[in-house]
């Protein structure tokens, strides 16, 4: 795999001395995975496979949250553990603008600011998670603590319960 590019977030990721796994899976040329399937397309659990979440707050600064692939943003949950009073998912259209990333590609590190993070708690209790790598068809995998760490993020409950 000689010729593989490396992105922001890689580039990120060594600057920092932190181990990560480069995954690629098949995808048409622009065109946006859904999460369970990228968990699929990778052979890995979707519990480790985690999405980025763009929001702005009422206060209008950004929030960027990462769930597991299968789990639903809990918006109320997600604006007290950023500290405001509520969070809204920004426009598509927004991503590049405000992230550097496209949809489907956009990463918890290396975006083209520094924006609150805060990750499900969820992934305190896998060994490694995956994340985007900043472009569609790549996921970076490590441990959880690193990535926090790498993206200056922290940990709350932010997804939604589900019944039974």
Known sequence: MGKEAK???MRMLERA?????AHEYPHEEGQAVDGASVARLTGQDPARVFKTL???????????FVVPVLAEL?????????GVK???????????????????GCSP??????YVTVFD????????????????????????????KASRGKTAAITQEHEA
């Open 17 to 21: 001395k932190i181990a990560y796994t």
């Open 54 to 64: 763009v929001t702005q707050g009422a206060d209008r600064n950004y929030y960027v």
């Open 7 to 9: 992105t922001n977030a």
């Open 86 to 104: 509520s969070v809204a998912m920004i426009h598509v259209a927004d991503i590049n603008k405000v992230t550097g990333y496209i949809r489907g």
């Open 74 to 82: 809990d918006l109320k949950k997600a604006a007290k553990a950023a």
């Open 121 to 148: 708690e969820s992934c305190l209790a896998q060994p490694t998670m995956l994340v985007s790598g900043g472009r569609i068809g790549t996921q970076i995998e490590c441990a959880p603590a690193d990535l926090i």
């Open 109 to 114: 590190v290396g975006m083209k600011k520094q």
